[in-house]
């Protein structure tokens, strides 16, 4: 049933979402080796090996953004993968480079979680390159990757912050304090809004303030977003994913033009906001001094 429920996606998305796209050829080529497979008598690694053969982080994207996070955990369980790793983990491993800022969502949602973890690091830069069972995690070769004991594995911090927020986590807690499956609606929207205004607006308009000085753009954006801070956090009083969503990049933001104040920029809100997680120590364990952009 789950097999043909990812054909029927998978022919969703070839059929609407690659016209246009340097890829497409590709896209075409998948189409046809699932023909060929007959991925309905197959098992879950055979399709994950043709699954592969495209931009794997893309194509979970696809999947969660048009069939949501209930489809998507239903196709990445039925993925029965072998961690190959250098040496023993414990149930749930943290692969990332404490320098990005995607990995720092991850990584502050791992601790707001109460999840245990192991941390690998791994270098994404230098002679040795990425190691080999990092490659067999995500061949995308990008970090993060959260990866379970039971063969789940989310290579994309979307994906991990999804997870967190509406799917079920291996913590070891009865409760997961980032869920906001049973909070009030508003909340959840508001949570929704915070997502996609840091991946939408935060992160491009950024980049432009620090490679091409367009920074009266970025200031009107903050200055909007500050109107949006409810509560002590962003969406309530207490952290949702998307404070985890939004600290690494508004934190770099304030590092690069800030202090973000009332006073220099309309941001009170933010400063304050700031300031509280810098104090709490699920955000201020994931806080180095040598950092990366997101480009």
């Not at 080796?33 to 098992?43: G, L, P, Q, R």
């Not at 749930?92 to 791992?110: D, E, H, S, Y």
Request: net charge neutral; hydrophobic share 40%.
């Amino acid at each position: 049933m789950c097999f043909a429920i990812t054909i029927i996606i998978i022919k969703h998305l070839v059929d609407y979402h690659t016209e246009g796209l340097g890829r497409k050829r590709k896209y075409k080529y998948f189409a046809n080796a699932i023909k060929k497979e007959n991925i309905c008598k197959t098992d879950a690694n055979t399709f994950w090996n043709i699954l592969q053969t495209m931009n794997q982080n893309l194509i979970l994207n696809w999947i969660r953004v048009i069939f949501g996070t209930t489809v998507l955990n239903c196709i990445l369980y039925c993925r029965a993968f072998s961690l190959n790793m250098e040496s023993p983990v414990s149930s749930t491993v943290f692969v990332t480079n404490k320098m990005c800022p995607f990995a720092q969502k991850a990584w502050i949602a791992l601790e707001a979680s109460g999840t245990s973890y192991q941390m690998k690091e791994i270098s994404l830069y230098g002679h040795n390159g990425k190691p080999d069972w990092f490659l067999s995690l995500n061949s995308a070769g990008t970090v993060p990757v959260v990866s379970y004991s039971d063969g789940l594995i989310l290579p994309d911090s979307e994906l991990i912050l999804d997870h967190f927020a509406y799917g079920e986590i291996s913590s070891g807690r009865t409760e997961n304090p980032l869920s906001i499956r049973y909070r009030d609606d508003m909340i959840n929207k508001r949570v929704v809004k915070w997502r996609n205004d840091v991946l939408q607006k935060v992160i491009p308009i950024g980049k432009a303030a620090v490679l091409e000085g367009d920074t009266q753009t970025l200031f009107e954006l903050l200055k909007c977003l500050d109107g949006s801070v409810t509560g002590c956090y962003l969406a309530c009083d207490i952290p949702t994913v998307a404070d985890c969503a939004v600290f690494p990049f508004l934190w770099r933001i304030d590092k690069e033009f800030g202090p973000l104040t009332q006073e220099t920029h309309s941001c009170g809100n933010i400063r304050k906001w700031l300031d509280l997680c810098l104090d709490t120590p699920v955000f201020q364990k994931t806080v180095h001094q040598s950092w990366w952009w997101w480009w």
